[in-house]
């Protein structure tokens, strides 16, 4: 299983002004097609995962749509699976979903970003931030460096 190509098809943004309100951020990322593509060896699959991948400013203050592609070498035998699994179950197979995903949201966030920051939009990704204090209450100049991660905490996985 390779990841042997990666494209975006299509970027959509737009900016709404809405004042001084909080702006909740929203994204979500889908696989809405999977093909096989033709190759030259008969015991490899080359399959493509289409995607989508939305950023949403609610309420209404704007949107950040991609879509793209993502090409998957694989055995042909796994190929055949992973085009059945999606005829049944409109999914992408167990055995591929965290590497595509992961690949989808981490090339589509980072575009998300760069995208947010030209149309002056806030970043869909919490990044951390640096807060600055003095040592003590008696020495102004020296101040202690703190990066704090705004991010909300992962669940604790139950144990069973």
């Known amino acids: 299983m390779t990841i042997v190509g990666f494209s975006f098809t299509k970027m959509v943004a737009e900016r709404k002004p809405v004042g001084e309100q909080a702006v909740n951020i929203e994204s979500n990322a889908a696989v809405v097609s999977i093909i096989e ?22 309420p209404g203050a704007g949107k950040i749509e991609l879509e793209g592609e993502v090409v998957e070498l694989l055995d042909k035998d796994f190929g055949v699976k992973v085009i059945d699994y999606w005829k049944a179950e409109k999914n992408v197979h167990p055995e591929l979903m965290q590497e595509v995903f992961n690949n989808i949201l981490g090339r589509s966030n980072m575009q998300a970003m760069v995208i947010s920051r030209d149309m002056t ?14 040592v003590d209450k008696h020495a102004k100049t020296e101040a202690k460096l703190e990066v704090k991660d705004l991010r909300e905490p992962k669940p604790e996985k139950s144990k069973k």
């Open 37 to 58: 593509l033709p190759v030259i060896d008969p015991k490899k699959a080359v399959i493509k995962f289409d995607f989508n991948f939305t950023v949403k400013y609610e």
């Open 121 to 134: 939009l806030p970043s869909p990704i919490q990044m951390p931030r640096v807060d600055v204090r003095p």
